[in-house]
């Protein structure tokens, strides 16, 4: 039998910054699940159960029993969740949703989440990325997909304080966009 070749993350070997004004954590092998379902009609309702919530509407994501469901588009949503077995929660979400019109795709690899957190997180993003992020407009739970330094990634605000953000980037524009955002934190966390 073959050898199981060791998973490795794209950003293994990446120093990120650790401060309490900026610091980047890579979030590494989480299962993503593409899910599409019409939210309304008993493939939403199924997919609802098997998650443990709700599906967000517009902007939002919601967490359920171990996995955070992020609104994509109309009957769209990334299912992401730590500790998972992809293939095991595409079958789940699938078998929930197929008989419905509905489909579920092991995207896991397709993505690199980043953790941005500290007390100038905000700052951080806002070097390079041109949407409002003040708690106000942009609260926790919110999640929106657009551009940060020229890469497109998924943003999402952890907390009411603009200190925490999830960044899910496409996983061949991490390192990219790891070294993008150690530079642009370089102020924040330089102790020279």
């Known amino acids: 039998m073959a050898d199981r070749l060791a998973a490795r993350s794209p950003l293994a070997e990446t120093v990120l910054p650790d401060s309490s004004a900026v610091r980047i954590v890579e979030e590494p092998f989480l299962a993503g699940i593409d899910l ?61 949703v197929r008989e419905h019109r509905g489909a579920a795709t092991d995207v896991s690899a397709q993505r690199t989440s980043l953790r941005l957190s500290g007390s100038r997180a905000r700052d951080v993003l806002a070097k390079g990325c041109s949407i409002d992020l003040h708690p106000r407009v942009f609260p926790a739970g919110s999640t929106v997909q657009t551009m940060l330094a020229m890469a497109g990634m998924i943003l999402i605000a952890c907390d009411d304080t603009g200190t925490d953000y999830r960044i899910l980037v496409r996983s061949s524009f991490a390192r990219y966009l790891a070294a993008w955002l150690t530079d642009a934190a370089e102020e924040y966390t330089d102790a020279g």
Request: cysteine-free; hydrophobic content about 40%; aromatic content about 4%.
């Open 36 to 96: 599409w379902v019409d939210p309304s009609g008993p493939g939403g309702a199924a997919a609802s159960t098997e998650l443990g919530t709700e599906l967000p509407g517009p902007g939002r994501v919601a967490e359920g029993t171990n996995t955070t469901a992020i609104w994509l588009g109309p009957e769209e949503w990334l299912i992401i969740g730590a500790g998972l077995d992809p293939v095991e929660l595409e079958h789940r979400l699938g078998s929930a």
